[in-house]
């Protein structure tokens, strides 16, 4: 892998930076909902990583988190902070796992960065690419690492298939469809059907497709989108048509209204590769080289490594190998790659007539 150039802290305040193996990372997660839990689980299994605190707004649901955590995985339980403010403060967090509505994510990664803590934020970033930049800006200012918890792009199995990719073997892809949808009921999160919190199948759901498009076929040159609203404005489904370099095309889907198959497929001018499972953390791929009648078998797509857990465990994973390594950005979800689908993701919500309240 080839790791791009960044910049490493004069501070020694920060024990995380350029840290040995031994040294374990130390995290922080701010906020206590749903993801916050699946992430931590995987947190959990990550070796060099450990869970030192915990941060919500009042103290109930911190020390809930603390007492759950302990019992769910075995590990000793984070110290349980009724406030932001005193999870950020707190000197046994090396990096800081924002897990809020990602209306509030900027707000709260200037909380992190001006109490000198790296950041891991979860997907998307913000609302909007302007407080992307924002987000990316105060990183650089304060100079620590960030990166945004695009969980895809650091699964081992779709590396795997970047890999293939790469080297030409299984062929040049001129056409990817990837769609993720299932039906937002009352056992899901309040958030994903309020318009104040970012509610949007777009940022929700249609950024795993983008995401795909854009790490196998580079930035679209065009795309073009439709979609279904509901009460208050609420993008439900989304459908949308990419143009990409070369004249590769995509087809990408969201929503929240009905059960995709969830399902990927890149197609080649040698054959297909599909993502099986979810396609956004796959359980394996494979390669069907020629057409439908080729009497050549499929072919698995082997990745480097296990799948950790659920597959959280590797954004944890290459968090702490970028801060051990003293970088600012990972080369697997650098800036400018959450910025430019950030942009699209803008493009899209224009084009369909969505506007946050926020």
Do not use: N
Not at 201 to 230: C, F, K, N, Q, S
């Amino acid at each position: 892998m080839t790791v791009s150039p960044a910049s490493t802290a004069d501070s020694p305040a920060d024990a995380a930076d350029a840290a040995p193996e031994a040294t374990p990372i130390r995290w922080g997660v701010l906020a206590t909902g749903r993801i916050a839990r699946s992430v931590a689980r995987d947190l959990a299994l990550v070796p060099g990583s450990v869970l030192t605190a915990v941060g919500s707004r009042r103290a109930e649901p911190a020390a809930e988190f603390a007492a759950w955590y302990a019992e769910e995985t075995g590990a000793a339980a984070p110290r349980a902070h009724g406030s932001y403010e005193a999870l950020v403060a707190d000197p046994e967090v090396d990096v800081v796992y924002l897990a809020s509505p990602h209306s509030h994510h900027l707000a709260h990664a200037r909380l992190a960065f001006e109490a000198g803590k790296h950041v891991l934020c979860e997907k998307p970033v913000t609302l909007t690419r302007a407080d992307a930049e924002e987000m990316v800006a105060l990183a650089r200012r304060h100079d620590r690492f960030l990166m945004e918890a695009m969980w895809t792009a650091c699964h081992p199995v779709v590396r795997a298939v970047l890999d293939r990719l790469a080297t030409g073997e299984v062929g040049t892809p001129r056409m990817l469809r990837a769609e993720l949808g299932f039906v937002v009921g009352p056992d899901h999160p309040a958030r994903l059907l309020d318009p104040a919190l970012g509610a949007s199948a777009l940022l929700d759901m249609g950024i795993y497709p983008l995401t795909l498009a854009h790490l196998v076929l580079g930035a679209p040159t065009e795309l073009r989108a439709t979609a279904a609203l509901g009460e208050g404005g609420i993008d439900l489904d989304v459908a949308i048509a990419g143009r990409y370099p070369g004249d590769a095309l995509a087809s990408l889907s969201a929503s929240m209204t009905s059960w995709s198959d969830r399902s990927a497929m890149i197609a080649t001018d040698r054959g297909r590769i599909v993502l099986h499972g979810q396609f956004h953390h796959p359980t394996h791929a494979t390669f069907h080289p020629g057409g439908p009648s080729s009497p050549e078998p499929p072919v698995t797509i082997e990745p480097a490594e296990p799948v950790i857990g659920v597959g959280y465990g590797h954004e944890i994973a290459e968090v702490a190998r970028c801060l051990r390594a003293g970088l600012r950005e990972s080369p697997w979800v650098p800036h400018a790659q959450t910025l430019a689908i950030m942009g699209q993701l803008d493009d899209v919500r224009a084009q369909i007539g969505v506007e946050h309240p926020a």
